[in-house]
């Protein structure tokens, strides 16, 4: 089969798509990866041509072998439908995650997003503490998220506890919170370190005045956590705007320990602190 006839490579340009039309995307913000099944990877055997092997910048011995689909450097989402042999590519891990060689695309010089060494530590973090369920790690520079990292502290209880109290789905969609990454130079192994820290407790990790990051098992989840925090961020921004941020109502801690009971959750106490 060819690539681009592929149902995971469908799902991973449709997923771009999206984000760019949330306007999650501006210029080459943001990037995007697959961890790709071993049947997928032999379906789309015949158009692989391994190139030279490529530091990672990081190890992941975990990942030793795994293929990925992942965006390229200085590439726009905007453009991972219209040109995507060049908007994104397959690479091969060696077996140690030390090294990477292009398999299909990222043509015209291309080269795998600056934050592969956050991708791929998010992964091995992710493989190991899901065995092996999550595949999708995506990252984004989503509006309302990122202003809320000027406003509220830099703390994974303040961040979980307020995008929770702004939709009751919000603790069923991500029981164990959000993490939260104070401001870091990106591209490195030291920000995807901290970063995947927070990914073996949290599914979803800010990055503050920058962007966020989820992951998830495939890409509707992975999309659809990414959209649940920012549209509850988005809300709180309303709400901010509106109040200077004294709300009149909201749900309390008992509230949300009720809802625990309910839907089955566990939800950490940490953040259901009482407010001053
Ligand atoms: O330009 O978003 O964090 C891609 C990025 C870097
Ligand atoms: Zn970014």
């Known amino acids: 089969m060819k690539v681009l006839d592929a149902e995971f490579v469908k799902g991973f340009i449709q997923m771009a798509e999206d984000g760019w039309q949330k306007g999650w995307h501006e210029r080459n913000g943001g990037n995007l990866s697959y961890r790709i099944r071993p049947e997928e990877i032999e379906s789309v055997k015949e158009e692989l041509v391994p190139g030279e092997w490529i530091s990672t910048k990081t190890e992941v011995p975990l990942l030793g072998g795994e293929y990925f689909l992942i965006t390229g450097t200085g590439r726009y989402f905007q453009n991972v439908i219209r040109k995507p042999a060049e908007s994104f590519g397959i690479i091969e891990l060696d077996e140690a995650g030390a090294n990477y060689r292009i398999c299909w695309g990222l043509e015209n010089g291309g080269r795998p997003t600056s934050e592969i060494p956050t991708h791929l530590m998010n992964h091995e973090v992710k493989f190991r503490v899901t065995g092996g369920a999550h595949r999708v790690i995506y990252h984004c520079h989503p509006v309302n998220t990122i202003a809320l990292t000027f406003v509220l502290p830099l703390t994974d209880e303040?961040?979980?506890?307020?995008?929770?109290?702004?939709?009751?789905?919000?603790?069923?969609?991500?029981?164990?919170?959000?993490?939260?990454?104070?401001?870091?130079?990106?591209?490195?192994?030291?920000?995807?370190?901290?970063?995947?820290?927070?990914?073996?407790?949290?599914?979803?990790?800010?990055?503050?005045?920058?962007?966020?990051?989820?992951?998830?098992?495939?890409?509707?989840?992975?999309?659809?956590?990414?959209?649940?925090v920012e549209k509850a961020a988005e809300t709180l921004v309303k709400v901010i705007s509106m109040t200077g941020g004294k709300k009149r109502q909201t749900i309390t801690p008992q509230d949300f320990r009720d809802l625990a009971v309910d839907f089955n959750l566990t939800l950490p106490e940490k953040f259901l602190f009482e407010k001053e």
Do not use: N
């Not at 949290?202 to 999309?223: E, K, L, Q, R, V």
């Open 158 to 228: 303040a961040f979980t506890r307020e995008i929770w109290e702004m939709m009751t789905e919000c603790p069923v969609i991500f029981p164990t919170g959000i993490g939260v990454v104070p401001w870091m130079v990106p591209g490195g192994r030291a920000i995807g370190v901290e970063t995947s820290k927070l990914m073996e407790q949290y599914d979803a990790a800010i990055w503050a005045h920058h962007g966020m990051f989820c992951s998830g098992p495939d890409f509707d989840t992975t999309f659809g956590l990414m959209h649940t």
